[in-house]
T-cell receptor, first 112, second 113 residues
Framework: GEKVEQHESTLSVREGDSAVINCTYT??????FPWYKQEAGKSLHFVID?????DRKQSQRLIVLLDKKAKRFSLHITATQPEDSAIYFC???????????FGQGTKLSIKP | EAAVTQSPRSKVAVTGGKVTLSCHQT?????MYWYRQDTGHGLRLIHY???????EKGDIPDGYKASRPSQENFSLILELASLSQTAVYFC????????????FGPGTRLTVL
């Protein structure tokens, strides 16, 4: 079945710099790729997603890139702020599939 | 705003005992999910459901049962709790299943002793 790998288990960047979190997936039929954020001690919430009919999507300081040939997608956070510190999860699913497959999570720390 | 609630928020259970975790959503969503979170493993899907009175196995269903008596309610049942089931459990709901946003509950911290 589908597997989603998050390459960085931890990531530390200086406030104001950009952070990049990378994920790969195994099934070429995957077509939906969301990202979720989990702040310390809290639940997860959706931040941004991308579908396979586009290769770039931006929402304010968040940019998602999708490379279907390489089966890779990435989350770019520009001009990082302290409140960006959290665990970020990538996920993937196939069209008409009822479930998401999550990566292991990347703990992002923003240094002052 | 979408709302998913879970009860209890934390529980201590004894090995071999029965544990029931409950989830309630007011989103009018068809899809509901149970995940467990362990350090280093991210989120793993235990069971899910896309219609009342029907459940589907997720990626790690062994040792767990699920029940969806209505669109709003989804329960996770551990008939014989084991030490390895100590984890944080999250419930989620979604309108579009694997093709759209999932709304997560606050989580239940389960400790099996």
């Amino acid at each position: 079945g589908e597997k989603v790998e998050q390459h960085e288990s931890t990531l530390s960047v200086r406030e104001g710099d950009s952070a990049v979190i990378n994920c790969t997936y195994t099934d070429t039929a995957s077509s939906y790729f969301p990202w979720y954020k989990q702040e310390a001690g809290k639940s997860l919430h959706f931040v941004i997603d991308i579908r396979s009919n586009v290769d770039r999507k931006q929402s304010q300081r968040l940019i998602v890139l999708l490379d279907k040939k390489a089966k890779r997608f990435s989350l770019h956070i520009t001009a990082t702020q302290p409140e960006d510190s959290a665990i970020y999860f990538c996920a993937a699913s196939m069209y008409n599939q009822g479930k998401l497959i999550f990566g292991q999570g990347t703990k992002l720390s923003i240094k002052p | 705003e979408a709302a998913v609630t879970q009860s209890p928020r934390s529980k201590v259970a004894v090995t071999g005992g029965k544990v029931t975790l409950s989830c309630h959503q007011t989103n009018n969503h068809d899809y509901m999910y149970w995940y467990r979170q362990d350090t280093g493993h991210g989120l793993r899907l235990i069971h899910y459901s896309y219609v009342a009175d029907s459940t589907e196995k997720g990626d790690i269903p062994d040792g767990y049962k699920a029940s969806r008596p209505s669109q709003e309610n989804f329960s996770l049942i551990l008939e014989l709790a084991s030490l390895s089931q100590t984890a944080v459990y999250f419930c989620a709901s979604s309108r579009l299943g694997g093709r759209g946003e999932q709304y997560f509950g606050p989580g239940t911290r389960l400790t099996v002793l």
